[in-house]
């Protein structure tokens, strides 16, 4: 399923967004330090399932 929006960002949201992307990053790196790199990916495809069979159940609704 994909999803597709625009968003039109003031430059303080611009600012957050970035701020966002950067920390979102470097906790990645932290968590594939203490996992190791095939573990996270797998912690990820595994939420990641978990995320699309409650968007399932909500679909069914």
Partial sequence: MAR???VYLTENGK???????IDGAELAQQYKK???????????????DLVMF????ENEK
């Fill in 34 to 48: 203490i996992l190791g790199s095939g573990r996270y990916e797998k912690m990820i495809d595994s939420l990641l």
């Fill in 54 to 57: 409650h968007e399932a159940i």
């Fill in 15 to 21: 600012l957050l967004f970035d701020a966002i992307k």
């Fill in 4 to 6: 597709n929006w625009m």
